[in-house]
């Protein structure tokens, strides 16, 4: 991380942080009471329906000892998966999560229940590390988790077993409710404040947390919960996410009797269309600030629940994502400034970038997050990994990580385990404008300033899609900010083809894509030279895969304006 004018903006940080830290000992010394104090968990009465998909081929893998969890493996060899040191830190996030119950419960047979009993027992017998356990995202996790697979858990349990199983549910609650009372991050509030809204409608005893987490989860929805549905932190994934938990907790409410809170209602009638904007033909999520591979089971059940089936939404202003539609062809854009930084662990420099299919073939994209490893993360969160311009190989957000001097580099440690690797600084000023034309040509113009501090340069760029889709254009300019002194700059404008794409040059200039679907697009540019090199695509489903990128090449030192065009070539076939 080059310092320069964010070195205060980090000393701010971390001054807020140490202010954040005092603040919790002082809450924990005189704090109100545990609302929980002296509560116990005396029985379950209904189980939350889990709308998240089970795979019973899982339960064999299981059977076989292996453990495949965020891309990652491990074989148990007979043994419990607890004994092992996680092969990652998202690896054990999903082990001590226990999302996995339910593909044990999928199957559906006394051996899978037995087995899902032998690994609750373990858990609650203290095997495996009780850090991984404690984060709280972890813990209201493995709450839901429990809750909604308790019928799977508890079927044939002994005595004993179900009153240690209630006493575990019961110390999560207290430790989530706890929790709320310090300062943690709002994704993790929200998910906590959810967490004990199911622990109140499903559990005898411990009623009470109810109105307190009601209360904290109306005014988390109403602070996160943009008004065109986005969720604060730009993040698909994490949207997704919440939906498949608040959908079951809105009909938990029902099933009690309880008419569910507005705030609830709302926010899911709001979020479930703006899903669909991102959505493409072959039912996975456009790749921008943090989402990775998509389940597309997942996202099907939930556009079930949407009743605006007909029409996505095209335009979300406050989200930063717009949506252009014509005939085969759906192109979708990153015209936003990055979240919040409370908000921005998942964030990437991606302003302006674009993702454009041709029916169910996806062709340009960004790399996606993939599922593990902070190297790559960090890497395809970079202005590189997505289909967007790059000057001097830098990003036009600043992340949270290097440092100068070994002081500071321990800082940017401490901050990252507290609030993880957010975004310092990135464009302020991004503004977008959708036009239609008068032979219905659809029109797309934004611009960024994220490069302005360190080059003295805007970044604008246009979309132009047929009325038909056969023709996607565009237009890169950039232009020098205010009176910033003139200098050459090396700048990269990059577009990632999907892995199913074929790319090879043409003998009159330019490039060829061939999809699987027989449709055949030519790349053209002006202004620059083209080159096709070598990509990764982070969002696979089995893992990162080889893919292509095709280049356009320029310097930079005056206002300059590159043009470039995808024209289908070939009819539709498919």
Sequence with gaps: MRWGADRWRFYRLIGREVAQVARNIYVGATGRPDI???????????????????????????????FVFAGRSLSVSGRSPFDYAPPSPEWADALYGFGWLRHLRAADTALARANARAFVADFMAGRGEAGLAKPTPVAARRLIAFLCQSP???????????????????????????????????????????????AGLCCEGIQPILRRATRILVRELERQIMPDGGHRSRDPRFAMELLLDLLPLRQSFLGRGIDPPEALLHAVDRMLPLLRLLRHADASLSHFNGMGATAADHLATLLVYDGAMAQPLMHAPNSGYERLEA????????????????????????????????????????????????ELRRLARSTAAHSTATI????????????????????????????GPVVLRGPRAVKA???????????LAARHDGYVPDFGLVHERRWRLAADGSVVEGEDAFVRSGSARARAHEVAI???????????????????????IGEVWHVEAEGAQMALEESVYFAGLTGARRTDQIVLYLTVSEDTRVRWRFARATPTTG
């Design 494 to 516: 990059r577009f990632h083809l999907h892995p199913a794409i074929a790319a090879r040059g043409r003998e009159e200039g330019g490039l060829e894509l061939v999809s699987p």
């Design 392 to 419: 001097a190989d830098s990003s036009s957000c600043r992340f949270l990580t290097g440092g100068g001097a070994w002081y500071e580099r321990w800082a940017v440690t401490w901050l990252a385990s507290r609030i």
């Design 36 to 66: 929980l104090a002296g509560a116990r968990v005396t029985g379950l009465v209904i189980a939350p329906h889990d709308l998240r998909t089970s795979d019973a081929t899982f339960a064999d893998d299981i059977y076989a000892g292996l």
């Design 433 to 443: 404008e959708r036009t239609l034309d008068p032979d219905g040509t659809r029109v």
């Design 327 to 374: 005939g085969r062809v759906l192109l979708v854009a990153d015209v936003g400034a990055p979240p919040p930084l409370v908000d921005s662990i998942n964030a990437g420099a991606g302003c302006l970038s674009f993702e454009f299919s041709s029916g169910p073939q996806r062709i340009v994209i960004n790399c996606g997050l993939p599922a593990s490893g902070p």
């Design 152 to 198: 799977l858990v508890l079927e044939g349990a002994d005595h004993a077993f179900y009153q240690a199983f209630l006493k575990t549910i019961g110390r999560t609650a207290r430790d989530l409710e706890r929790d709320l009372r310090r300062g943690i991050s709002p994704q993790t509030r929200l998910l906590a404040a959810v967490a004990l809204c199911y």
